[in-house]
């Protein structure tokens, strides 16, 4: 990488970055290496809920942790060396493959810790973003910042995502994602032995369940110490969707419901559904998980990604399908391809316009990919429906 000293950035000094989880962070992180002066405005207080959730390491989540924070992505992740591939008698074969696993919550953590603290302010929404000649005033509270560029990265359900397109409101798939996750230390040896090394999977009629091992919460590698993640892919039409998204406390949440607050009733069905549809090894996993999750899978594309000097990145642009292992790596790219169109182009103009072109393409693509996969495993529903008839509850 070019050494920051030597890179000149054309027509910017400082840039708002609007939503502080990963998208945001990548953004942020990336654009402080040029030396611009980077605010990032987070709605939520804390950090965010990752509800201890799995993702595939993919090369460019990989290079960027290493390149621009300095992690070692091997001493966070850990290491399969085969996929296996369960039938619905419980039998299974391996094939070699190997990948690494890791959290949500180590990406974020090795994040934030690059990012100067005082650059992040979370807690606090942004109500609005002006667009004027040479720049954008972002509205937080009373207060107005002006920045020379603003970065829309406030995912699937943006609040912003209008004031550059008018399309791109995520549309709801017909299908649903329970997750879990179990410390290895609640399962029984002779079961956890059955996972070690492997990402499993399960593709039934009309359904698709996959769990691997991901770190610890706090970061532990050591085998014992560690945690499963599954993820099981199940039908759900509009009303269905409904049913499962209204919580223990009858409160109606639109797009997912948090570990704990799945109703008693739709736990029930999980796991009557699990005891009658998945391999032996599989259903056992569901039995051992004290706080499922769910949420809802969306499709969101859009035909542009910039408006003025404002752009849309992450989920706010486009909201690919889980099956693509790929929702961090297109965030990630998102910043490492501004990066360097920032540093490379002689103009401001020139180095936005490179980057909509090549990230329309590649979330296009992508986008298509994920909703293939979908149809192949036989997941679609009949009629997709729009999230915006199913916001989530704040």
């Given at each position: 990488?070019?050494?920051?000293?030597?890179?000149?950035?054309?027509?910017?000094?400082?840039?708002?970055?609007?939503?502080?989880?990963?998208?945001?962070?990548?953004?942020?992180?990336?654009?402080?290496?040029?030396?611009?002066?980077?605010?990032?405005?987070?709605?939520?207080?804390?950090?965010?809920?990752?509800?201890?959730?799995?993702i595939?390491?993919?090369?460019?989540?990989?290079w960027?942790?290493?390149?621009?924070?300095g992690?070692?992505?091997?001493?966070i992740?850990?290491?399969?060396?085969?996929?296996?591939?369960?039938?619905?008698d419980?039998?299974?074969?391996l094939?070699?493959?190997g990948?690494?696993?890791?959290?949500?919550?180590?990406i974020?953590a090795?994040?934030?810790?690059?990012?100067?603290?005082?650059?992040y302010h979370e807690?606090?929404?942004?109500?609005?973003?002006?667009?004027?000649?040479?720049g954008?005033?972002?509205?937080?509270?009373?207060?107005?910042?002006?920045?020379?560029?603003?970065?829309?990265?406030?995912?699937?359900?943006?609040?912003?995502?209008?004031?550059?397109?008018?399309?791109?409101?995520?549309r709801?798939?017909?299908?649903?994602?329970?997750?879990?996750?179990?410390?290895?230390?609640?399962?029984?040896?002779?079961?956890?032995?059955?996972?070690?090394?492997?990402?499993?999977?399960?593709?039934?009629?009309?359904?698709?369940?996959?769990?691997?091992?991901?770190?610890?919460?706090?970061?532990?590698?050591?085998?014992?110490?560690?945690r499963?993640?599954?993820?099981?892919?199940v039908?759900?039409?509009a009303?269905?969707?409904?049913?499962?998204?209204?919580?223990?406390?009858?409160?109606?949440?639109?797009?997912?419901?948090?570990?704990?607050?799945?109703?008693?009733?739709?736990?029930?069905?999980?796991?009557?559904?699990a005891?009658?549809?998945?391999?032996?090894?599989?259903?056992?996993?569901?039995?051992?998980?004290?706080?499922?999750?769910?949420?809802?899978?969306?499709?969101g594309?859009?035909?542009?990604?910039?408006?003025?000097?404002?752009?849309?990145?992450?989920?706010?642009?486009?909201?690919?399908?889980?099956?693509?292992?790929?929702?961090?790596?297109?965030?990630?790219?998102?910043?490492?391809?501004?990066?360097?169109a920032?540093?490379?182009?002689?103009s401001?103009?020139?180095?936005l316009?490179?980057?909509?072109?090549?990230?329309?393409?590649?979330?296009?693509?992508?986008?298509r990919?994920?909703?293939?996969?979908?149809?192949?495993l036989?997941?679609?529903?009949?009629?997709?429906?729009?999230?915006?008839?199913?916001?989530?509850?704040?």
């Amino acid at each position: 990488m070019t050494p920051v000293s030597d890179i000149k950035v054309p027509d910017i000094k400082s840039v708002g970055v609007v939503g502080g989880s990963l998208s945001g962070l990548f953004q942020a992180v990336a654009l402080a290496e040029l030396g611009l002066d980077v605010t990032v405005w987070e709605r939520s207080a804390g950090r965010p809920d990752d509800r201890g959730a799995g993702i595939v390491l993919q090369p460019g989540v990989a290079w960027f942790l290493n390149t621009f924070c300095g992690v070692d992505p091997d001493r966070i992740s850990i290491p399969v060396t085969h996929r296996q591939y369960f039938g619905r008698d419980g039998s299974s074969h391996l094939t070699l493959m190997g990948q690494r696993m890791i959290s949500w919550g180590a990406i974020y953590a090795s994040l934030r810790d690059r990012l100067d603290s005082a650059r992040y302010h979370e807690g606090q929404p942004v109500a609005a973003l002006a667009p004027h000649p040479g720049g954008v005033d972002v509205h937080v509270g009373d207060a107005v910042h002006p920045v020379d560029l603003a970065i829309i990265a406030d995912g699937s359900t943006s609040r912003h995502r209008e004031l550059v397109t008018p399309d791109g409101a995520p549309r709801y798939a017909g299908y649903v994602a329970y997750r879990g996750v179990i410390d290895e230390t609640e399962l029984p040896e002779e079961m956890s032995a059955v996972f070690r090394d492997r990402f499993s999977f399960y593709d039934g009629d009309r359904t698709q369940f996959l769990c691997y091992f991901i770190p610890g919460d706090f970061g532990e590698m050591a085998p014992g110490s560690r945690r499963m993640n599954w993820v099981w892919y199940v039908r759900a039409d509009a009303a269905g969707l409904d049913r499962i998204t209204t919580d223990r406390d009858g409160t109606a949440r639109g797009l997912s419901v948090p570990p704990g607050l799945i109703a008693p009733q739709v736990h029930a069905e999980l796991l009557a559904r699990a005891r009658t549809l998945l391999p032996e090894p599989l259903r056992r996993l569901v039995e051992h998980t004290r706080a499922p999750f769910v949420q809802a899978i969306l499709d969101g594309r859009v035909s542009r990604m910039r408006k003025d000097r404002m752009l849309l990145a992450g989920d706010a642009a486009f909201v690919v399908r889980p099956h693509t292992a790929a929702g961090a790596e297109k965030a990630a790219a998102d910043a490492i391809t501004l990066f360097g169109a920032l540093g490379q182009l002689p103009s401001l103009d020139a180095a936005l316009e490179a980057w909509e072109e090549n990230r329309l393409a590649e979330g296009t693509a992508l986008y298509r990919h994920g909703v293939g996969l979908g149809q192949r495993l036989g997941l679609d529903g009949p009629e997709p429906t729009t999230a915006a008839s199913v916001e989530p509850t704040p």
